[in-house]
């Protein structure tokens, strides 16, 4: 068997969309002032960890969380197209208010595993992508620590698949800006180590 990897699944840190309206898949959404602030300071959380490579999201906001983690290293920054956020489909910069009177994004909500978003993706789409991307990063690192900055709706999806929980349920998982979510993965085995840790890190 393999040594198991240690994963920290990182959210993105702060941008102007985040609590207000669906980003998705938006080009040109950097992070505002306080999200390079959590960037900064997550990367000097880490500083002690063991990390031997950096991934990230293509889009923006994740790309400016992750490079001072793997600038602090020396580590070249890959992308992971696996780890995109979920694709919002027609919802794609709609407001929050906009949305709480729809009764398929009430449904969207609280039936993730069968509601599409319209034009959008499926829940378990996100997850069978973001879980290809996570098993081909563990064959890639077998024995090592690795971090990959992804999206809130992403994480929450991978999270549900290494804990076997339905995805129903993951709006139950809080993922904050800049937080870490680790996972230690075996052949066929997981251990959860920590979800939405914006504290102290030790791996």
Known sequence: MRAPTTLLLVRHGLNDYVGRALAGRTPGVHLNDEGHAQAGRLAARLASLPIAAVYSSPLERAVETAQPIAAARSLELHLCEAAMEIDFGEWTGRT?????????????????????????????????????????????????????????????????????????????FEIRPASVTTLRLWDGWTLVLGVNDTGALAV
């Open 96 to 172: 929050i208010a906009e949305l709480d009177g729809d009764p398929l994004w009430q449904r969207f909500n609280t039936e993730r595993s069968t509601t599409r978003a319209p034009g959008g993706e499926l829940m378990a789409e996100v997850q069978a992508r973001m879980a290809g991307g996570i098993e081909a990063i563990r064959a890639a690192h077998p024995g090592e620590t690795v971090l990959l900055v992804s999206h809130a709706d992403a994480i929450r999806a991978a999270l549900a698949h290494y804990a076997q929980v339905s995805l129903d349920a993951i709006g139950r």
